[in-house]
């Protein structure tokens, strides 16, 4: 991605932030009250079932997110083992930070599978993750054996709320 691409989806955001404060997303679970009625009205058979009610994500019982990135300091392309050692932390924070967006965001998953005489000939999966993070706490940078580094990253739930208000108003201006 260029960074004039960067920089246009950057004040994309700033604007749909901006903008968000305008009005509210309401994303919470349905309230428990309105389950109760449900099932009241279930054990009355001649009421009409109750219709589906969405299950809350997990990530809404959890106080904060906790996301952990590994890099192996060998394979670092420098001949500098100095340098292999920071671009390690480099790459093992940024790991942290794609996992953080797969708990946020999800993953889109695209799989392809081709039979031919009955026989599997080709099976492959391709999976992407894209999403913004932005107030992400580093909990730790640790060096795990002699050549690798883990960095674990946690972001709090209230930012997580934000972040999917962010991502509902951006789906939906691309929709348009």
Do not use: W
């Amino acid at each position: 991605m260029s960074r004039k691409q960067l920089t246009n989806r950057f004040l994309a955001l700033v604007i749909m932030v901006a903008l968000a404060g305008c009005s509210t997303i309401d994303l919470s679970p349905p309230k428990a009250e309105a389950t109760d009625k449900a099932a009241i009205k279930v054990a009355d058979k001649t009421a009409p079932a109750p219709k589906p009610v969405a299950v809350p994500p997990l990530v809404e019982k959890r106080e904060t997110l906790t996301a952990t990135g590994y890099a192996v300091i060998s394979v670092q392309q420098n001949k500098n083992p100095a340098q292999q050692r920071l671009m390690a932390i480099r790459a093992s924070k940024l790991d942290a930070y794609r996992s953080l967006t797969e708990q946020v965001y999800g993953q889109q998953v695209d799989a392809n599978s081709t039979v031919a005489d009955m026989i599997m000939t080709n099976d492959s999966f391709r999976t992407k993750v894209e999403g913004i993070i932005y107030g992400a706490r580093l909990v730790s940078i640790t060096p795990v054996g002699d050549d690798t580094y883990e960095t674990t990253l946690s972001l709090d739930r209230d930012v997580v709320h934000e972040l999917r208000v962010v991502f509902v108003g951006q789906v939906a201006t691309n929709v348009r």
